[in-house]
């Protein structure tokens, strides 16, 4: 039996799918039926599946990320993708993040039985080694409080049949950027001469095992390192850190944990690859810890970022981003400091576009904070600074922009008397005509004609309250109105009832 669990926010393109995959065979049932990525992980320890389908454009998490986050949570399972015509480049990606297939909507049977038929020869081929995957993965990423004793048991006592597990044995972090990396971390471990496990981390991290001996000497680990740096294509960028030795897959999270430590430390460290063993790093007093990043950006880039000082705020960013290379925070926290101040950057915006929907730059929105996804800490900070340059670009065009309506808004209060075209507004502001007047719009949610009647209107109503001595067309006359018959017409229009009425109202 093969178990399917489909994600689309469509109910009907759901239970369209749900419907064919039940005419294919009584051998596959679906087990899930999900409107978004997030739905589905909320109930992922519960879910029994051999194969995810899921569309690749949805509101919250795209499939993309979704399949990003279930390659590393649940390896065994075999994902495909659903995609419209207009998404195939996103269904390209998909197929580089390792999708069995795509299947273009509407979905067509046959295909649809395709995959399911090869999902099903493949579980039914690759059943054993799934199964190691799954122990490895089960005792190396998962929280220990999380795991239930029994099962952690069975994965440990699963493993100690394998080759790398019988004696002692390290790990191995290889993080970089490189086409088909775990390929690449296979064929490179192959120059060791002893048995290995490989495993995907991300596509850009690698996880290596590899089996040390009663005999190795001390330096071991390192020269493995050194060798598998060797052996990578002269195009890997990036770094490979070491664990210690350990004895028993018990330990998989420590020695996997340790690793990662030593390559998210050499990350910060120039260059265009190195290796980097946990043993090596410098060890500091728990009192000496230091402090989360947030915590070191300066009030100075607050102060900045608020006086719209964008040369003083990117001059802070560059100090802080020096600092935190020299204090190697991990990966966790570099994110989250990056995170929260492009978060205080778009606060900020949202304050300048009181509160409108503005539209967001290209490349503040396409930065990931993540630093899995460069291949060192230069990489990351270039991409991260041109991002902040991009948001701090948007928010002076905003401030540029709001000066242009603001500027409008004075000139017609000072002018409304007078006959005011959109050219001579445009003039005032050094703008086209129908750049002003998109703008305009755009800024304040209504258009300039409008905003210069209720000036005048407003207006209006304070002479028709404290200048009895006026008549009603003297009034009109006195806000931009000669003719007093369209005065009137304006006046009722905007509001509801004519300037005689107004005036008796008020006198009441």
């Known amino acids: 039996m093969v178990k399917v669990v489909l994600v689309d926010d469509e109910e009907r393109i759901r239970m369209g799918l749900a419907k064919l995959i039940a005419q294919v065979g009584p051998e596959y049932e679906v087990t899930g039926l999900y409107a978004s990525g997030p739905e589905l992980l909320a109930d992922l320890d519960a879910i029994e599946a051999d194969l995810l389908i899921t569309d690749i454009k949805m509101p919250n998490m795209n499939g993309l990320d979704l399949l990003d986050k279930l390659s590393a949570l649940k390896p065994a399972w ?23 297939d795509y299947l273009l909507k509407p979905v067509d049977t046959g295909e649809l039985a395709q995959l399911l038929r090869k999902v099903k020869q493949q579980l039914e081929t690759k059943q054993e080694p799934i199964r190691q995957e799954d122990h490895i993965r089960l005792l190396m990423f998962s929280e220990p409080d999380t795991v239930p004793a029994p099962l952690r048991e069975e994965a440990e006592r699963e493993l100690s049949r394998s080759p790398v597990f019988k004696e002692y044995y390290a790990v191995f972090a290889v993080h970089g950027i490189l086409e088909n990396l775990l390929e690449e971390v296979k064929a490179a471990a192959s120059a060791l001469h002893r048995d290995c496990i490989a495993e995907p981390r991300d596509t850009n991290l690698a996880v290596l095992i590899v089996s040390i001996r009663e005999g190795d000497h001390a330096n071991t680990v390192g020269e493995m390192g050194q060798t598998l740096l060797r ?23 420590e020695a996997y944990r340790q690793a990662a430590t030593a390559v998210q430390h050499a990350w910060y460290t120039d260059g265009k690859s190195l290796f980097e063993s946990h043993a090596q790093l410098p060890r500091k007093p728990e009192a000496q810890a230091s402090p989360h990043p947030i915590v070191l950006l300066n009030r100075d880039f607050r102060e900045a970022l608020e006086m719209h000082d964008f040369e003083r705020a990117m001059a802070n960013l560059r100090q802080w981003l020096d600092d935190l290379k020299r204090r190697r925070p991990s990966w966790a926290e ?7 101040v492009m978060a205080m950057i778009r606060g900020d915006k949202a304050d300048a576009g009181e509160g409108e929907t503005r539209q967001t730059h290209p490349e503040t929105e396409s930065f990931s904070a993540e630093p899995l996804r460069y291949a060192d800490r230069d990489a990351f900070t270039s991409a991260f600074l041109s991002a902040v340059e991009a948001a701090f670009r948007s928010l002076q065009e905003d401030k540029q922009e709001n000066r242009v309506v603001e500027t409008v808004k004075a000139y017609i209060h000072q002018h409304y008397t007078e006959e005011l075209e959109l050219s001579r507004l445009a003039d005032v502001v050094y703008l086209t005509p129908s750049y002003l007047s998109k703008l305009f719009k755009t800024e304040t949610g209504e258009t300039i004609t409008d905003f210069l009647i209720s000036v005048r209107m407003e207006r209006a109503k304070a002479l028709l309250r404290d200048k009895h001595a006026l008549k009603t067309y003297e009034v009109g006359e006195k806000v931009g109105y000669a003719d007093p018959a369209y005065f009137n017409k304006v006046f009722k229009k905007v509001v509801g009832c004519t300037p005689k009425e107004f005036r008796e109202r008020v006198r009441h």
């Not at 052996?231 to 999270?253: I, N």
């Not at 570099?334 to 929260?340: A, D, I, P």
């Open 78 to 100: 075999k994902l495909a993708v659903l995609s419209g015509f207009d998404d195939f480049a996103y269904a390209r990606q998909a197929l580089r993040l390792g999708v069995e």
């Open 334 to 340: 570099l994110r989250t400091g990056c995170e929260t």
């Open 231 to 253: 052996r990578l294509p002269p195009a890997f960028r990036g770094r490979v850190g070491a664990g210690e030795v350990f004895r028993g897959a018990g330990w998989l999270r």
